[in-house]
């Protein structure tokens, strides 16, 4: 069984940081891809950003030069650094997880956590 383990959330003002960290644990061979993704209230939940095995990114238009994703293939663990936030970053962020557990490769993802930002 893996389970992806989200921290980090929280209520920011507007230019403010935050860092989400998302762990993954149980029967991992190998993480392909992990992402972040954001559904604000109202809203289709939708890519912020990936990051595949081999380090390469992609971002979300609306968060490029804000935001930045990153891994440690060590801790299995994914990271979300979070920059002048702005109050339409407002969303329940949800880490995604492509893990291969010795069988078929299955997307796993957290519980989210509330990213709040105030104007």
């Known amino acids: 069984q893996v389970q992806l383990v989200e921290s980090g959330g929280g209520l920011v003002q507007a230019g403010g940081s935050l860092r989400l960290s998302c762990a993954a644990s149980?029967?991992?061979?190998?993480?392909?891809?992990m992402a972040w993704y954001r559904q604000a209230p109202g809203k289709q939940r939708a890519l912020v950003a990936a990051i595949a095995s081999d380090g390469s990114t992609n971002y979300a238009d609306s968060v490029k030069g804000r935001f930045t994703i990153s891994r440690d293939n060590a801790k299995n663990t994914v990271y979300l650094q979070a920059n002048s936030l702005k109050p339409e970053d407002t969303a329940v962020y949800y880490c995604?997880?492509?893990?291969?557990?010795?069988?078929?490769?299955?997307?796993?993802w957290g519980q989210g956590t509330q990213v709040t930002v105030s104007s």
């Open positions: 995604n997880a492509d893990i291969d557990a010795l069988g078929p490769n299955i997307n796993y």
């Open positions: 149980g029967s991992i061979f190998r993480i392909n891809v």
